[in-house]
């Protein structure tokens, strides 16, 4: 009995999202048979069921709903805005009986009779009233001549697919994951061997291995769309309270994602629509008035990209407008007017998923809900992704997300430090790095009792993994290496004894005992047998009250006034634009590529770079210095292009320069005047006028031509 | 049928405990385990049992318990009993590890009220037997107590 109820509370969920997506085309297009044949055909099964296992309530509400359907269907009465209001508040009547029915195993003591009332009222209101005779329990010789074709499609679906538990699956992944460990022991072994059958036995497994591993995260993985699947509904409730019409969009719903993921990513995603309903999107009157469609759109989209989901959240709303955020942000304190008048509109606008910032003038009951963009960064970073926005005012905000595919297995760089050995998760390591021995150049310097590292002209702050935690803290001499890590907007360097290999690993969660200590995310067993502890970075930065970069930033900068620290420069001859100038930091590699290595992506060239597809961009291009044609003209007119790849935030692009020039440590002399979009500096170096570019803006731009075409084109 | 149950005794110190059977999956001797920095004081650390990682608690600890004066310092505790609740894993390190004893519900006595309200919340009742008190622990509620900040 109780595994009945389960199915049919799994089942209801499901039917009920169907119901929610059919009410809104409904809305639409009140006409629409097959939908309507289809809605009605669903209430009627939940009916069905509900009398079979004894919910009385719900059977009494799907009979009302079921009964004015009948009526819509059979064109007796016309499907318009109070017929569909009520069917939601049924559909949400529905939702919340389960929700009771899930947690306690009754449907609860709320009462539903006014709602009832209203269906059956609704279905007598066009016509002559013999429904309302009947207003009570439902009869069970109701309308059934949809009876056969509800069993049909089910049935055909049920035997090309199995529900599994999700338990079952996790312990698939479990086993899974041990299996690679035994594998990585006994290739171990077997390297070692010399049984030369034992050799190629283990290179057998190890391939095995891998492929099973991977089937077995394909059974974890969910369409990414069932995350937004409540959107739609939430967009059109909202709507309605506040006013504003907005159509939403969505694309790449198939995009494969790790289940515990989704599950993650579904609050941050419904922050961030809500706060595009409610603070992007403006209302019908001042969009006419500034010259857009009273209509606005919300668009979500999902596509694969080199072992990563990528997620993009946009709206056409009024966008964020840097002077406002810099002025909020100075009046919360959360920058000083310093730091705001160095601080680029990327900054700026980046200073939103600061804790502690709001920009909302009137709390509304839609979005004011005390969680801010802040919440939503530490989340998605807690995932091993990262988010990105780029907004251009009165003309939308875009929101980047780039998510791992799955959580379960994890590559990390193994370090120890006094003794014991942690993993330290890949993406939040930004680079390694030896340090010197006191006394040598390049030592870590002291500075008011907080060490420091000079790391290519900027200071970074050090912690050592030994004091964070405790450990022994003697034989300082011992750290000798550096893991640079970012998270949440701050650098810093941690300082092991030794830094090990890089290995996958299988991430267990810690026991409710050790919830309470931060700085783990996770543990894993090693290949030898051990446990290991998983670092959360920035808990870790948290522990050791490393700064915002921003704020480092800011400070960097007045330091860079007064004594000219330099940066590393790699200057480029940007052709009309001029000489172009890119932090040697961001710049991952430089290629010279070959024509014929340049491909074709929906009209805009990409080159096959490692194991991903680069989009690359003509600098002149993005620059706005030449027209978007003269890229067919470059790519015939050269042999080779030498290419600039540049890391943004995780997110790789190459930049097509003309010719490349020189590495310089000489520090620009600003220049004062207006910046062109794009440009983050100007200043003269060398005797020439250099521009500094704003990578972020650049990355966005290049990115967006790519996504653009690819979604026109599928479109 | 008379109202008893298994209980398997072990050794803190001086002292012997019992924890109900139907709470207990397995008991290990001499298995390793890694330290986890700024954990709990009742948390020694993690260990690996058949691919599983399992939290180790001090028992001792977790009941706040201290070593008598004069008493020889204790080795550290290498016996574990596994639970079989708790997922992940959780065992508590003891002493020594006794017999499986069947005990008449109706025979355990009160703790006495001298103990911590906080202890006592912990025991389901002594046994008296031959010279030796068993002080039988409810293992629901020392799992409880390890979620709260440390236990007086």
């Excluded at chain 1, 790449?252 to 999107?281: F, Y």
């Excluded at chain 1, 910032?357 to 995932?383: P, W, Y």
Aim: with cysteine; aromatic share 4%; hydrophobic share 45%.
């Amino acid at each position: 009995m109780d595994d009945l109820v389960n199915d049919f509370l799994v089942e209801s969920h499901e039917n009920l999202e169907r119901l929610d997506r059919a009410f809104l085309t409904l809305e639409q297009d009140p006409t629409a048979a097959e939908v309507l044949a289809d809605v009605f055909r669903t209430i009627h099964t939940i009916k069905g069921t509900c009398g079979f296992l004894g919910f009385k309530k719900l059977e009494r509400l799907s009979h009302g709903g079921e009964s004015l359907l009948a009526r819509v269907r059979d064109g007796e009465r016309s499907f318009d805005a109070q017929i569909s209001q009520a069917l939601f508040e049924l559909v949400d009547a529905v939702r919340a009986i389960l929700a009771a029915v899930e947690s306690t195993g009754a449907e609860g003591d709320a009462s539903y009779d006014g709602l009832i009332e209203e269906l059956l009222a609704l279905c007598a209101d066009e016509s002559a009233a013999p429904a309302l005779a009947q207003a009570a329990p439902a009869s069970p010789k109701d309308p059934a001549p949809v009876e056969s074709p509800t069993q049909a499609p089910a049935s055909a679906r049920s035997e090309s697919r199995v529900r599994v538990d999700v338990e079952t699956l996790d312990q698939l992944m479990n086993l899974v994951g041990e299996l690679v460990l035994s594998r990585n022991q006994i290739r171990l072994h077997a390297e070692t061997s010399v049984h030369a059958g034992l050799r190629s036995s283990s290179l057998r497994l190890a391939q095995l291995t891998s492929e099973l591993q991977e089937g077995v995260m394909r059974t974890r993985m969910q369409p990414i769309g069932n995350v937004w699947s409540q959107v739609p509904r939430l967009v059109r409730d909202l709507c309605a309270k506040i006013d504003k019409r907005i159509r939403f969009e969505a694309s790449g719903a198939d995009t494969p994602i790790d289940r515990s993921i989704l599950e993650m990513l579904r609050d941050p995603l419904m922050h961030m629509v809500r706060n595009s309903i409610d603070h992007g999107i403006e209302t019908p009157s001042r969009r006419v008035e500034s010259g857009k469609p009273a209509e606005g759109w919300l668009r979500v989209r999902a596509w694969a990209s080199g072992g990563r989901v990528r997620l993009a959240i946009e709206d056409d709303g009024a966008g964020i407008d840097p002077v406002r955020i810099r002025q909020k942000a100075l009046e919360r304190g959360v920058i000083d007017a310093a730091q705001a008048a160095v601080m680029s509109d990327t900054e700026a606008v980046g200073l939103i998923f600061r804790p502690g910032f709001s920009t909302a003038e009137k709390l509304s009951n839609i979005s004011g809900r005390g969680v801010g963009m802040d919440v939503v960064k530490t989340n998605i970073e807690r995932l091993g992704g990262s988010v990105t926005i780029a907004s251009r005012p009165g003309s939308g905000t875009r929101i980047d997300l780039s998510i791992p595919l799955t959580l379960a297995i994890l590559t990390v760089v193994m370090v120890e430090s006094g003794g014991v050995c942690f993993a330290l998760p890949q993406t939040s390591v930004h680079e390694l790095a030896r340090v010197p021995p006191r006394g040598e150049p390049g030592a870590p310097i002291s500075v008011q009792g907080a060490r420091v590292l000079p790391l290519r002209g900027a200071l970074l702050p050090l912690l050592s993994l030994r004091e964070l935690l405790g450990l022994d803290p003697h034989a300082i001499d011992g750290e000798q290496h550096v893991v640079v890590l970012e998270s949440d907007g701050r650098r810093f360097g941690l300082v092991v004894d030794a830094l090990r290999d890089i290995q996958e690993i299988v991430v267990r969660p810690l026991g409710p005992a050790l919830a309470r200590v931060r700085v783990y995310s996770g543990a894993a067993i090693l290949g030898d047998g051990r446990v290991a502890l998983i670092l959360d970075s920035s808990a870790l930065a948290e522990r050791g009250k490393v700064l915002h970069t921003q704020e480092i930033a800011g400070q960097g900068e007045h330091a860079l006034e007064k004594s000219h620290v330099r940066r590393q420069l790699l200057l480029l001859d940007g052709g009309d634009a001029g000489q172009i100038a890119i932090e040697l930091a961001q710049v991952l590699r430089l290629e010279e590529v070959p024509r014929e290595r340049i491909e074709r992506s929906f009209g805009h060239p990409v080159l096959r770079w490692r194991d991903e597809i680069l989009p690359l961009g003509f600098l002149e291009v993005c620059l706005g210095a030449a027209p978007a044609r003269e890229t067919e003209r470059r790519l015939g007119g050269g042999t080779r292009f030498p290419v600039v790849v540049c890391d943004v935030g995780g997110r790789r692009f190459g930049l097509i320069a003309q010719r490349i020039l020189d590495v310089s440590e000489e520090g620009l002399e600003p220049c004062a005047g207006l910046l062109p979009i794009g440009i983050r500096e100007r200043g003269s170096l060398g005797g020439a006028v250099v521009h500094l570019l704003d990578l972020e803006a650049i990355a966005a731009r290049v990115l967006e031509a790519h996504a653009s075409a690819a979604s026109e084109t599928a479109a | 049928m008379s109202a008893s149950a298994q209980y398997c005794s072990f050794r803190l110190g001086a002292a012997e405990y019992a924890l109900d059977v139907a709470d207990v999956q397995e008991v290990l001797r001499g298995l390793e385990w890694s330290p986890v920095p700024l954990a709990p004081a009742s948390v020694i650390g993690l260990m690996n049992l058949r691919g599983q990682i399992v939290t180790v608690v001090d028992l001792a600890k977790l009941l706040g318990l201290e070593i008598e004066p004069g008493a020889p310092i204790p080795a550290p505790r290498d016996i574990h009993i596994v639970l079989s609740g708790p997922r992940p894993p959780l065992s508590f390190a003891v002493d020594e590890i006794g017999e499986v004893l069947a005990i008449e519900t109706t025979s355990l006595l009160a703790p006495p009220s001298t103990l911590s309200p906080a202890v006592r919340a912990c025991v389901r009742g002594l046994h008296l037997a031959d010279q030796r008190l068993i002080t039988i622990l409810e293992t629901r509620v020392l799992l409880e107590a390890l979620m709260q900040p440390e236990l007086a």
